[in-house]
């Protein structure tokens, strides 16, 4: 992952060089592509995934998976749909957590897990209140569609202040206890610094669609194909892109009708959020329970 870690740097600032030639406009259809792409297809093998996780435990049938993992994705719909709030704040929580827990994977043997999972936590939530905090009115308008509430941006930057307080604390004391780990935290600070630029010089759904693909995608579908084959090769890849091509067009084609019907942008943008909250419930689930699993067999 070294070699991909320069890449995905360069990478990130020519789409932030790009910035200079995209208009608004284009700068939402291009992150919305991304997205559509890479961010939607790192998700798409989960039944993939769960099937080799739960590979020893046989009565665990694709049917009795498929029906699980759509009962968890409808069940983030209905919450959204009956409690916006409370759906919105867990989802937060949930990605704030997977985005976490990408970065900070292979961690087990140096940290307890209690303190990992609110380490991990913390750093996934001060990304997401970078992005909050450097397009707040967009963000506040998005939360106000989906919630019917009316959230002050004051908030976002308490909320990233305290994270940030929280995480550094963490972070001064790991680096004083666990001398393995403080490479791994001076890089992962100096990203969060990268991260910043990148958010406060892009639009909101490109900064999010360069983190989101080539930060946390990218690097996922990596550590998926590793999972499934044991090895990275560009025909693992390509197997993998055959098995998640149903479920990456059902995705793909749902979203469309979202557009179809809603095309005000905030108003899109409100649903796209909350549709990929629905079927990032079950995925955060499969991606831990991945990591789990390759951590004890490691």
């Not at 932030?16 to 798409?44: E, P, Y």
């Not at 307890?112 to 707040?136: D, E, R, T, V």
């Not at 909320?159 to 890089?187: D, G, H």
């Not at 019907?261 to 959020?273: G, I, M, P, R, S």
Request: glycine content about 4%; aromatic content about 18%; hydrophobic content about 55%.
């Amino acid at each position: 992952m070294k070699n991909y870690t320069n890449i995905a740097i360069v990478a990130s600032f020519f789409a932030l060089w790009m910035d200079s030639f995209l208009s608004d406009k284009h700068q939402v259809i291009m992150g919305f592509m991304l997205i559509f792409s890479f961010g939607i297809l790192h998700g798409a093998n989960d039944l993939l995934l769960i099937k080799n996780i739960s590979a020893e435990n046989k009565s665990n049938s694709w049917l009795k998976i498929f029906t699980y993992y759509v009962i968890i994705v409808l069940a983030g719909i209905l919450i959204f749909y009956l409690i916006p709030l409370f759906a919105l704040l867990l989802f937060i929580i949930v990605s704030a957590n997977h985005f976490g827990e990408q970065q900070w994977q292979n961690l087990d043997n140096h940290i307890p897990k209690s303190l990992l999972l609110l380490y991990q936590s913390l750093y996934g939530l001060i990304i997401l209140l970078l992005l909050f905090n450097f397009h707040s009115e967009q963000v506040q308008g998005i939360i106000e569609t989906i919630t019917q509430t009316t959230i002050s941006t004051e908030i976002f930057l308490i909320s990233l202040q305290i994270s940030t307080a929280l995480f550094l604390s963490m972070s001064v004391y790991f680096f004083w206890k666990i001398e393995k780990i403080r490479k791994k935290i001076l890089l992962e600070l100096f990203f969060l610094v990268v991260f910043s630029i990148l958010f406060k010089s892009s639009s909101l759904i490109w900064g999010f669609a360069i983190y989101f693909v080539i930060w946390h995608s990218i690097p996922s579908i990596i550590d998926q194909i590793k999972f499934l084959n044991k090895s990275f090769t560009f025909q693992n890849f390509f197997s993998y892109c055959k098995s998640a091509g149903a479920y990456w067009l059902v995705s793909i084609i749902g979203i469309s009708i979202i557009y179809y019907f809603y095309q005000d942008e905030e108003l899109f943008n409100a649903l796209f959020f909350s549709f990929l909250a629905a079927i990032t419930f079950p995925h955060t689930l499969v991606i831990n329970k991945m990591f789990g699993q390759k951590n004890a067999l490691e």
